[in-house]
């Protein structure tokens, strides 16, 4: 009890630690407010600069008011009626610029934007950037003070500096990821954009290396300086300050620097004994390396963390001397309604999910991530492989390979300093062919080792990795097949042959990407059906059009139900396997969150890759609870089925009620009797043991469990429908009203057979539709908020907004008369 409140506490602490994470300057500002935007292109800066009398018919193109962060397809990426749209689109604002730094420097840092992005002050253009996630930073010094020379400047300005902006994520070969990857290739300035003061020198990069022995009792601090010394003053004074992480002085060293390296060596630390960094204590010691000069200092501040990982050769994974199962996900930048665009609560949010869930490691897929997200995984003890956009598509010129040079180099230097990171990725799917006329094994293997080669030059303490890339698998430290045992290949029963299969392939094995999708809210009576179709595999891998929903061999993506039934099965049946696999180092689902994508128009929620275990929206599936089961200690149990309200069935059928939980033991009550206890055992498939058969009556039944752990319980309580009656082909559509609130009405419509009965296992699309005053809450990418979605168990439902007057909703199925709804 007492750990587990220590570690609660200790997750509320990372979140606090968090906030401060990587300070920058004492003087630095998010630029949130006050911007415009203009989807499309100019014909040159000056069409954002030029005055324009307010009103005038003159004021063309018509710009918007935005906030940033900002992506331009918040929406469009999941409009079931577009392709979304990649070109350029620009920003820009007026800003009041006063340095109080004597000479002192004016930047502009991008923590990222897509995909290309150039940057003016008024009708000059001070810097451009090629890659849309990595972090860059502009000085603007120069054409600011010239700027303030000219008569607009308090004329037109009145004091104020315009700044424009244009980013583009047009289609371009020559750039990585490619557009053939399973996600968008967002555009906008989709991450904070910062205003920054510095001195005449300042901090570029602490570079600080914390290195323990496997016993954990010889720790090393290794710390290294960049600075940005533009008008090359000749001496500051550098000072050293170092805080165990208890904020306890504990080391500082002052001194001189004269010559100004690439990168500058300035202390060499021995700590015995130091608190080391892991999943349950992730203790952060503080890094201060401040420079002065004439009186004026710039600090900036990191965090680290000792801790010793090592993949065993031809075994499991290590951390601090121990065998540790990681137990991982993956992580998209994608939400509802602002696509790439997430804020800093927003992923706050996300990461703390993934804590609760039992996650200690995440694979960011498939590109350099925000800072806030690595900030997070220090002080909320998650590992990271962190990987570049080199995806898919094949292998560009000399062009291309530039970018992915600089885009390796910019990770790691951005990141360097965090301890969750153990893995840099040097590529995902790089055997998939389709953007060039050729298709080069020899060549991507080159460009590979290369790669490999500079990784570790730029820091030879971590593991290289690549997923999916069978003739680069020698290459790098450590390798990940495709196996979806059980989704596009095979079936679930078989992971651990397969897995076994590859893990003797290869020295250093780690499992990343396995599940399948699930539309969420619908549920299936008789989920594994579709595995009878199914052969026995020689392998789980995907292959090239296993995506498709059409045509090709039998396998459980094309014909299975796409149940969050099926998909709990497979989860629970991985996961009660990853017990037993002593060698395996780890793995990790395919992903946490459901995010977008262009090359998935059919899926029930078009353009929405489903096999996340939360929705786009935070609405966490069933899926969440069976990972919690397995991989939480706090005390929790889940009826399985809180989002599904009717089951259907004979008349005195038994039927399977399933607990997740991790209690020693369940008693389960069904409508007021005891259905007896149950003893947890994790490889007691399905639930863990934790299954009832009850005979469900007709119309409302009632269910509850109460679970125990020691002297501890927790109680999970279910209210469910039972249908008897047997539906024929759908004939006609209900449309209702279920919830209205603070002017937000949703709406919800049924599927009906000719003799209305509800059609439980429908599976056609429905389209919403609203005329009126008000506005449909739709493209966000989820089951209850997209204008076009298939059927869950006989109903779908969307939310609209009145704006304070009448409307008039429809839904329409093909095949089915249209039914109207007055609001």
Known sequence: MKMMLMRRLLVLLAVFLSLSHSVKSQQTKRLNQGWEFLKGDLGGVWEAMRPVKEGSSESVPIWSKVSLPHCFNAQDAVDPDLNYYQGPGWYRTNLTIENSYKNGRILLHFEGAGQKTAVYVYNTKVGEHVGGYDEFTVDITDAVAAFKKEKVFNEQFKGQVPIAIRTDNSRDLEMIPSSLSDFNVYGGIYRYLNLVYTPPVSVDKVFALAEVDAQGKKGTLNISGRFYNPTQVGTVNAMVTVKDPFGKIIYTLKSEVTSFQSKNDLAKININKPKLWSPDAPNLYTVELSVATNGETHTNIEKVGFRHFEFIRKGPFHLNGKRLLLRGTHRHEDHADVAAAMTEDMIRTEMLMMKDMGVNFIRLGHYQQSRIVLNLCDSLGIMVWEEIPWCRGGLGGEVYKDQARRMLTNMIEQHYNHPSVIIWGLGNENDWPGDFTTFDEEAIRTFMKELNTLSHQLDPTRNTAIRRCDFCKDIVDVYSPSIWAGWYRGIYTEYKEVSKKEFDSVDRFLHVEWGGDSHAGRHSETPDDALSKIKKAESADERAGDASLFGGSARVSKD??????????????????????????????????????????????????????????????????????????????????????????????????????????AELFFNGQSMGVKKRNSQDFPASGLRWMVNYKEGVNQIKVIAKKGKETVVDELTQNYQTAKWGKPAKLILEKIADADGEITIQVKVLDANNVLCLDAKEYVNFNLTGDGKLLDNRGTSSGSKKVQFYNGRATISLKTNGGKSVASAKADGISTVFLNL
């Open 560 to 665: 299975g139900d796409w149940s969050e039934s099926y998909v709990c099965n497979l989860i629970d049946w991985h996961l009660k396997e990853q017990e037993t696999m002593p060698w395996l180092s780890g793995s990790a689902y395919w992903p946490f969150k459901d995010f977008s994508t262009p090359v998935r128009p059919d899926n029930p929620v078009p353009y929405m890759n489903q096999k996340g275990v939360i929705e786009r929206d935070f609405t966490k599936k069933e899926a969440f609870y069976v990972f919690q089961s397995y991989w939480t200690d706090k005390l929790m149990a889940h009826i399985y089925g809180h989002s599904w309200p009717t089951r259907w069935g004979d008349v005195g059928e038994a039927k399977m009620l399933k607990v997740y939980s991790n209690a020693e033991e």
